[in-house]
C-alpha cells in the first residue's frame, strides 16, 4: 500500500529561523508527484510547493525549498526566514504518474508555530 | 474569480436522514475530488473523478457516493449518514491529479 508519512505532528520555532518538516513516503512506482500544502487557522487550504519525481532539482517557492532524496522516498520542506503568517498545519501529499490510479495520499500533518 | 464552491458550509443531521453536498468548479478542470479531514488522520481522499462519468473511490468510500454528470459539479451523497462520518469535508479540482489543487471551503458536518 501507498503511505505518507509525518513524524512530527507539532513543531514550534522563532520568527525569522529555519525549520525543516519531514516526509516520507512509499511506493513502488518510479515517477510520481510530490506536493506540500499548508492549511492556516482558516481552513484554507493552499499549495506550497511541488516536485516531479524524475526531475532531481529540489523544487524551490521564496522562503520555501525541499530536500527531495529519491532513493530514501524522503521529501522534506524547509521554511527559511519563518513568519507569524506561516503558523499552519503543513501536509504532504503523493500521487502516482500515469496509469489508471488517480488517487492522493495526504500524510497526518505537521502543525507548525512560528514564535515571535 | 476562480473558485470551488460548497454547499452547505455547516450542517448539523440526523442518523439515516439521506445528505448531500454540492460541489461546483468555474475552472474547466478534469479532476475533481473530496476528502474528509478528522483531528490526526490528516486529510483522506473519498471519492475522485478524472473526467465527466469516470469515478473511482478513494481511501475511505464507504457509506459515500458521488457522481459526475457535468465537467463543473461533483456532488457528496450520504445516503444513510452515521455518526463516525462527522467530519469536516472538502471538495477539490485540478487540471489533472499532477497539477495543483484548488480546494473549496470546507463543509463542517455533525451527524448526531
Known amino acids: 500500500a501507498q503511505t505518507v508519512t509525518q513524524s512530527q505532528p507539532e513543531m514550534s520555532v522563532q520568527e525569522a529561523e529555519t525549520v525543516t518538516l519531514s516526509c516520507t513516503y512509499d511506493t513502488s512506482e518510479s515517477n510520481y508527484y510530490l506536493f506540500w500544502y499548508k492549511q492556516p487557522p482558516s481552513r484554507q487550504m493552499i499549495l506550497v510547493i511541488r516536485?516531479?519525481?524524475?526531475?532531481?532539482q529540489n523544487a524551490t517557492e521564496n522562503r520555501f525549498s525541499v530536500n527531495f532524496q529519491k532513493a530514501a522516498k524522503s521529501f522534506s520542506l524547509k521554511i527559511s526566514d519563518s513568519q507569524l503568517g506561516d503558523t499552519a498545519m503543513y501536509f504532504c501529499?503523493?500521487?502516482?504518474?500515469?496509469?489508471?490510479?488517480?488517487?492522493?495520499?495526504f500524510g497526518k500533518g505537521t502543525k507548525l508555530s512560528v514564535k515571535p | 474569480e476562480a473558485q470551488v464552491t460548497q454547499n452547505p458550509r455547516y450542517l448539523i443531521t440526523v442518523t439515516g436522514k439521506k445528505l448531500t453536498v454540492t460541489c461546483s468548479q468555474n475552472m474547466n478542470h478534469e479532476y475533481m475530488s473530496w476528502y474528509r479531514q478528522d483531528p490526526g488522520l490528516g486529510l483522506r481522499q473519498i471519492y475522485y473523478s478524472m473526467n465527466v462519468e469516470v469515478t473511482d473511490k478513494g481511501d475511505v468510500p464507504e457509506g459515500y457516493k458521488v457522481s459526475r454528470k457535468e465537467k463543473r459539479n461533483f456532488p457528496l451523497i450520504l445516503e444513510s449518514p452515521s455518526p463516525n462520518q462527522t467530519s469536516l469535508y472538502f471538495c477539490a479540482s485540478s487540471l489533472t491529479q499532477y497539477h495543483e489543487q484548488y480546494f473549496g471551503p470546507g463543509t463542517r458536518l455533525t451527524v448526531t
Open positions: 501529499a503523493f500521487t502516482n504518474y500515469g496509469g489508471s490510479q488517480g488517487n492522493l495520499i
Open positions: 516536485q516531479e519525481a524524475y526531475k532531481q
